[in-house]
């Protein structure tokens, strides 16, 4: 039956039943009319008795004495009977009562879509809707099969950068070996960067050309308690057993601020930390004065470490790096004698990429030096390693432009980006 | 690091065999320079700034052939003839250029060869252990056409004239750092002194104006026998180190070298001193850091590879080795000849806790809630310029940290928000389809005086729609699933920025303090930045969401 505002009002099958023979409270009591009834009694004379006695009770339209039914004096009113009987010959009701039927499960309202629907039996049908679910409709349809080899069209979905990805792969492999993750300030002190790592104060690292120096914040504070065995060591070795570098050694120079050029600051700091044994890693940004080109930017990421007991040597070394690729899942990896003022066994560490058939360098590494351990209140040797971050990543994207990276964002390249390992 | 190209030819004669392809691409590397290109004549290595001895051929050529030999090899011994040249150091050089080293070198058969190896050596001496010549400058004269004694001293700027190399007059040493083109790009090193520094014979005629440029008198030409070497700088030390260098590479082509009376001071010096010199060196700590068993016998076979002699208590360190200053120094030249890739790697039991950086875990935690909400997240550079900073965004400019250097103009400051980033981003990406909905979270840069370097790092999140439509409640229920996640109340309080649209704007206040900003990018900052897509977009500081 048709419905205002697109509904379609219908009786159950319990419904149908009491607009054609009467409500049960109905029956109940008109059969009262003639008298009270024992329960035995009227039980016989009314169809659907337990339903009768719970709504004639309910609406106080009889009582219970000494176990005989009685009419009360409420008139017994017959709205919900002629409501269903005006649904059944296809006539509007109130909202009101209507409600109450829907409540006692003898109309159903249903849209308009859903009678609709019901009109789909025995069709081949394109969409499976919620309409059909309802009415249980799908039963008795078919469904028209798609093309289901088409690709899917793409969407532009949340997603991660593929180095945050990457970066959490590199975190979770040095928390595995057990290594303390740190931090340190991207304005550093030439101290830290520089002159606690036993760089002389005339390196041509320390250059303007490779060194992006601070105008603002132009200096820092220096750590009290390492100044004085730094310059020791720098000027004659101090308790080392090294001869220095023999310079005069200047304060105002390490207290000049600049953007730091390697996390080996940090591990520096983290020397001064930590107590031994330890191991310690830092992921983060460094900084070079370099004109922008597909090879450079000014700004990228090393991944630096250190690994602290008195009992580590040069062999174990190279097998915190094996291990490390090993479980980036680069297995060829090979060392050549490389140099940095702060390692002796300075190496260079390559990795074979087997889609380029090539080795390719990624990192350097070594032992600290005594000079650089001794002032910062260190005994036992120290491995350390700074490793390129973007190099694997841009091989195995088949990139070769880090301007991809950090400066232009190329919004397709990253939503596109696979972010799988 | 320096590059040396050497024609294959030549260094083949050094070493004394031929080299195969695999000694020139797998061995060679294996000592520690890595080989940049070779072709069929000619070979290009990388050589550290460690060893600038190995920026000659002579020197490059002895240590490979040291290398890789099989033998038994005896070590060099360097001999100086005691000659009796005389260079006199007036005490005028002291205030421009103090130091002062000679050499003379007999015998000498000048070849193409030799020219071309003297003239790189010099080169990377120069760049390298000379810094850019601030602290050694290398002169290289034809003895014969001079007079000794010789006189280094330091004259004012036009009292002397000379024919400098390369030029067809004679000219004063101001007009040489005018007008020569080495004067143009070393005048720099003295040109803050009164006077400047020569070396003239005994007729008074210059040999060389260091660390700028010689005379053509004492050009070095095919028939030159006798050679004198001049060495000045800033640092004794760095000097000696740069002559013998020069010095035992003439001597491995065969020549004589004889010494030079420096006279300073009224005190004589023998110049150069080829002898070995001595450091105390335990067996047991080699073998302790490098993980190996050596006796000391098989550690003096090793060292003698690399021209190291060990007598079983000290090592014997050859005179143009510059870089050895420690026992680790020696450890890593046993390391060199046992061979890198002999060591077997291991990895020790150390045991450890891990402790990952709580920030850094929160961190993630905020991307992957802003990319839960549909999000692309994009990384960019912490360096950046006023003019992105501020100017674009049609804000006030404020103090940011600083660089005094940069050669790329537009990376010259630390960024102190990351939302002018996020707008670089989507002015760059305006051919991609919208909508555009994206986020950084990372590190910014503030200062902060009570800091130890006066800056510290900051971690702050942005977001930005753009898109046709892009409005302040679309972003404003980005914020509220975001902090909803984060599990941070706020409150928005509307204010005035001028990035933002006035009246779209609100302050985003959390604990009682302003952490952030939300609105609609104002047309002008969006028109500043060439972009005609409206954006929507917040900006909260989170370091300051913990607290």
């Known amino acids: 039956m048709a419905e205002k505002q697109g509904r379609h009002v219908e009786l159950t099958d319990e419904g149908r039943r009491y607009a054609e023979h009467g409500l049960p409270e109905k029956v109940l009591t008109d059969a009262l009319k003639s008298g009270p009834l024992s329960f035995d009694e009227a039980r016989k004379r009314v169809h659907a008795f337990d339903i009768a006695l719970q709504w004639a009770k309910k609406k106080v339209w009889i009582e219970i004495k000494q176990d005989k039914l009685f009419l009360t004096n409420k008139p017994v009113e017959t709205t919900e009977q002629d409501a269903l009987k005006a649904i059944a010959s296809g006539k509007h009701v109130d909202d009101a009562i209507l409600e109450k039927l829907v409540w006692r499960k003898l109309v159903r309202i249903e849209s308009e879509a859903l009678a609709e629907t019901k009109k789909l039996a025995g069709q081949v049908v394109a969409d499976l809707t919620i309409d059909m679910l309802k009415s249980g409709v799908w039963k008795d349809v078919r469904f028209r099969p798609y093309n289901v080899q088409a690709a899917g069209a793409r969407l532009n979905a949340g997603k991660l950068h593929v180095l945050t990805v990457f970066e959490q792969k590199v975190r979770r492999i040095y928390l595995d070996l057990g290594f303390i993750e740190t931090e340190g300030p991207f304005v550093e002190s030439g101290f830290w960067n520089f002159d606690a790592l036993y760089q002389p104060q005339d390196h041509p690292a320390r250059d303007l050309a490779d060194t992006f120096y601070m105008r603002t914040p132009a200096a820092a504070k220096l750590p009290e308690a390492y100044v004085d065995a730094v310059r020791i060591v720098h000027e004659n070795g101090g308790r080392t057993g090294s001869l220095g570098w023999r310079y005069k050694w200047a304060e105002a120079i390490a207290r000049k601020n600049i953007m730091r050029t390697h996390n080996t600051a940090v591990s520096a700091r983290s020397l001064t930390r930590f107590k031994p044994p330890f191991k310690s890693f830092c992921i983060g940004r460094v900084f070079r004065n370099e004109t922008i080109d597909y090879k450079h930017l000014p700004e990228f990421v090393q991944v630096d470490g250190i690994v602290v007991d008195e009992n580590v040597c040069f062999k174990d070394l190279l097998g915190y790096l094996k291990e490390f690729y090993r479980r980036m899942g680069l297995t060829k990896i090979r060392f050549t004698p490389s140099y940095f003022p702060y390692t002796e066994m300075s190496t260079q560490i390559e990795v074979y990429f087997e889609d380029r058939k090539e080795w390719l360098e990624l990192g350097g590494s070594g032992i600290f030096r005594p000079e650089v351990t001794q002032p910062l209140g260190i005994k036992e040797p120290v491995l350390a390693w700074g490793l390129g971050f973007e190099r694997p990543i841009m091989l195995r994207l088949g990139m070769n432009d880090i301007r991809n990276f950090y400066y232009r964002n190329d919004l397709k390249m990253l939503r596109e980006a696979k972010v799988l390992q | ?547």
């Open chain 2, 1 to 547: 690091m320096a590059v040396v190209q050497f024609e294959k030819r030549a260094l083949e004669a050094m070493v004394g065999r031929r080299l195969t392809e695999a000694d020139y691409k797998e061995r060679i590397p294996m000592f520690g320079c890595p080989l940049e290109k070779s072709d069929a004549t000619s070979v290009h290595y990388e050589v550290s700034p460690n060893r600038p001895d190995m920026f000659s051929i002579e020197g490059f050529g002895r240590a490979i052939r040291r290398f890789t030999a099989t033998g038994k090899q005896k070590l060099s011994n360097y001999k100086t003839a005691a000659g009796i040249i005389t260079l006199k150091v007036d005490a005028s050089v002291q205030q421009v250029r103090p130091c002062v080293t000679c050499a003379v070198v007999r015998n000498v058969k000048i070849t193409d060869d030799l020219i071309a190896s003297l003239m790189q050596a010099q080169e990377k001496l120069h760049d390298t252990l000379g810094r850019k010549r601030k602290k050694v400058a290398i002169g290289i004269h034809d003895l014969s056409k001079v007079q000794p004694p010789f006189t280094y001293k330091a004259v004012a700027p036009d009292a002397i004239k000379f024919l400098p190399l390369d030029m067809r007059r004679e000219m004063t040493l101001r007009e040489i750092l005018k007008q020569h083109p080495k004067g143009k790009a070393y005048a720099h090193v003295i040109e803050s002194a009164k006077k400047w520094p020569v070396i003239v014979d005994k007729k008074e005629r210059v040999l060389s104006f260091p660390p700028i440029i010689n005379g053509e008198l004492t050009r070095v030409t095919n028939r030159t026998k006798d050679i004198f070497i001049d060495v000045t700088g800033t640092d004794e030390r760095a000097i000696n180190q740069a002559l013998n260098i020069l010095a035992t590479s003439f001597a491995d082509r065969g020549c004589k070298v004889e010494t030079v009376q420096v006279v300073a001071g009224g005190k004589r010096r023998s110049t150069p001193d080829l002898s070995a010199w001595k450091m105390k060196t335990d067996v047991s700590y080699v073998n302790k850091i490098l993980g190996l068993k050596l006796d000391k016998k098989q550690m003096a076979a090793l060292l003698e590879k690399m021209d190291v002699g060990f007598d079983g208590t000290n090592a014997i360190i050859p005179p143009y080795r510059t870089d050895v200053m420690h026992p680790m120094d020696i450890a890593e030249d046993v390391a060199i000849a046992y061979g890198y890739d002999k060591f077997e790697p291991t990895v020790p039991e150390v045991p450890t806790i891990a402790q990952p950086l709580e920030k850094h875990e929160r961190l993630y935690a905020v991307k992957q809630i802003m990319a839960g909400i549909g999000f692309q997240e994009v990384v960019c550079l912490t360096l950046s310029n006023v003019g992105d900073e501020f100017d674009r965004m049609d804000a006030p400019r404020q103090p940011v940290a600083e660089t005094r250097n940069a050669v790329t103009p537009e990376c010259n400051i630390c960024r102190r928000d990351v939302l002018p980033s996020i707008m670089d981003v989507l002015a760059n990406n305006q051919h991609y389809e919208y909508p555009q909905k994206i986020f950084e979270a990372g590190d910014v840069v503030v200062l902060d005086p009570a800091s130890e370097t006066g800056a510290r790092n900051v971690k702050k999140l942005a977001a930005a729609i753009a898109d046709t439509r892009a409005s302040y409640a679309d972003v404003a229920s980005v914020l509220a699933s975001f902090m909803e996640s984060a599990g941070v109340k706020y409150e928005l309080r509307a204010a005035k920025h001028p990035s933002f649209i006035e009246g779209r704007m609100a302050e985003i206040i959390a604990g009682g303090k302003a952490i952030g900003v939300i609105g609609e990018i104002n047309p002008k900052a969006l028109s500043n930045w060439k972009m005609d897509m409206p954006v929507a977009a917040f900006e909260v500081d989170l370091d300051a969401l913990k607290a």
